[in-house]
């Protein structure tokens, strides 16, 4: 007998999610949260949906386990600055997740001249994620002493 897999789906963000998601972020993203002076992982989640051109919830096993979006660049607002914070919790499907994720980067490429982030050095789920979706590395950065690298998807 086979069981389906759970779907992962997407939804608005609503404040519930948004304080399950940060009461369990992952270590990594609470790490990259750190590095660059952030402690109350709640309030930058709920800073970053509010800032966001688009943001939305990830849920899978019937839990919020992802908050995304993308923001534009304060500086210059052709250039887009896509984001994922998540529990870390590993999707039902990675295949799916990777198809939602590209769809999400599809949907924002035609609204920038490019779309750019920084991953910690010691996070590589969020490395693999970036390369996956076809974003290129860049520069290397330190930030509050801490090593980021660049990625850049020119659209």
Known sequence: MTQATPSITI?????????????????????????????????????????AREAY???WNGEPQAVFGVTDYVHDHHHGIP?????????????????LARCAVAGWS????????VAG??????????KALGFH??????LNGHNFTEYARHV
């Open 57 to 59: 919830i990830a849920r």
């Open 83 to 99: 984001w994922l914070l998540s529990t870390g919790s590993t999707p039902p499907s990675t295949r799916e997740f990777l198809k």
């Open 121 to 130: 050095a010691q996070h590589p789920t969020a490395h693999a994620l970036l």
């Open 11 to 51: 939804h608005m963000p609503d404040p519930d999610s948004l304080r399950k998601i940060a009461d369990n972020l992952s270590e990594a993203d609470r790490a990259d949260l750190e590095a660059v002076g952030h402690t109350d992982a709640h309030k930058v989640i709920t800073e970053a949906v509010a800032g």
């Open 110 to 117: 035609p609204m920038y001249l490019s779309l750019c982030n």
């Open 137 to 142: 590395l860049g520069a290397e950065h330190q």
